[in-house]
């Protein structure tokens, strides 16, 4: 099929690129919602302005669609990106969409009512298993936002690796963290991957920690060869 991949950026919108291409998927676009909330109930949002350097970094097109992020109202935007898809001869939209049913019901929702299909590859998916498979697999992923008890400063800007991974199994077992994120716990950016034609190095980066919650921003960014 021809298909898109709603596109954040982190580990799970990456790794939903990664299956359609694995299953043989005409992948067409890559689509990006910018969302201008922060607390955007549907959209990621953390280093959010990297995804057209990820992009470029894989050689796949982006389409960037501006939103203001007001709960439900930012679904007519979504909308609005899946008719502009469909326009496009796109067939089908993957989602990198775990445990959320708030999201994936209404990426579904909105998808059906288009007239194409939603797939989302890792719904459900063994948590602990993914996460060692994203390591096995070969890509960079960097932690880029954290707000779970358990969770400190230090986490910011940490590269997720099978050390990184044995640490949240602990504090998995004494405060029930979800491993993949999926609850909120933490965001995440990928830098270099298997789908990558080139890597992302980080040229600029600080850290903002507000209590018991932060964001690691990379203000300045260039792709280089691998």
């Known amino acids: ?15 939903a690129v990664y299956n359609a291409l694995k ?11 910018k969302s201008a ?15 057209d350097l990820l992009a470029e970094a894989m050689d796949i097109p982006i389409i960037s669609v501006e939103t203001d992020g007001i709960k439900e109202e930012e679904l007519k935007d979504l909308r609005h990106a899946f ?4 326009n496009l001869g796109i067939e089908a939209i993957y989602t990198g969409a775990l445990y959320s049913t708030y ?6 929702r909105l998808a059906d009512e288009v007239g194409i299909k939603a797939v989302s590859p890792y719904w459900h998916v063994d948590e602990l298993e993914y996460m060692r498979e994203i390591v096995s697999l070969g890509f960079e992923v960097i932690i880029s936002g954290v ?3 358990g969770l400190d400063e230090k986490w910011l800007g940490r590269r997720i690796d099978d050390a990184c991974i044995d640490e949240l199994l602990k504090i998995n077992e ?6 993949a994120f999926e609850g909120g716990e933490a965001e995440t950016l990928v830098l270099d991957g298997p789908i990558f034609k080139k ?3 980080i040229i600029k980066d600080k850290r903002q920690w507000h209590v018991d919650s932060g964001l690691y921003i990379i203000e300045d960014a260039i792709l280089e060869e691998k």
Do not use: C
């Not at 099929?1 to 790794?15: E, I, N, P, Q, W």
């Not at 008719?83 to 469909?86: P, R, T, Y």
């Open 1 to 15: 099929m021809k298909v898109a991949v709603l596109f954040s950026g982190g580990k799970d919108s990456t790794m």
């Open 23 to 33: 299953s043989g998927e005409d992948v067409r676009y890559l689509l990006a919602m």
């Open 37 to 51: 909330n922060d607390e955007s109930y549907m959209f990621h949002v953390p280093n959010i302005h990297l995804t």
């Open 83 to 86: 008719e502009n898809l469909k």
């Open 103 to 108: 999201q994936k019901s209404r990426i579904e």
């Open 147 to 149: 707000a779970a008890y």
């Open 174 to 179: 004494k405060v029930g963290l979800n491993l």
């Open 199 to 201: 890597r992302v190095k």
